[in-house]
């Protein structure tokens, strides 16, 4: 049974930072592209940021270009998400997803999904 754990959300300032961890299970992680996805309030999930399954190519969405890191350490079967200088617009849920294709922008290539975690950013 894959799962997949997020932890790392909480309050935060404007202009502050935070790091979401995911941990995974049930899966050869290595083998696994593996991505963030946001949900604002009343709004659609989106995509936020992906890894390959060996680190070597990430994307981004734009809005968080140069202000979010996606990494990943399959030792420990875990994928983080660094993010800088937020904004309230970065106010979500974020979701871990992990996919088997070469990268995971799209929600329908999302093979597990984990609960999330929510990201609060006063002004």
């Known amino acids: 049974q894959v799962q997949l754990v997020e932890s790392g959300g909480g309050l935060v300032q404007a202009g502050g930072s935070l790091r979401l961890s995911c941990a995974a299970s049930g899966l050869t992680f290595s083998s696994y592209a593996m991505g963030w996805f946001r949900q604002a309030p009343g709004k659609g999930r989106k995509f936020v940021a992906t890894?390959?399954?060996?680190?070597?190519?990430?994307i981004y969405t734009d809005s968080v270009k140069g202000r979010f890191t996606i990494s990943r350490d399959n030792a420990k079967n875990t994928v983080y998400l660094q993010m800088n200088n937020l904004n309230p617009e970065d106010t979500a849920v974020y979701y871990c997803?992990?996919?088997?294709?070469?990268?995971?922008?799209?929600?329908?290539?999302?093979?597990?999904w984990g609960k999330g975690t929510l990201v609060t950013v006063s002004s």
């Open positions: 997803a992990a996919s088997s294709r070469a990268e995971v922008t799209s929600g329908s290539t999302v093979a597990s």
């Open positions: 890894i390959a399954w060996n680190g070597g190519n990430t």
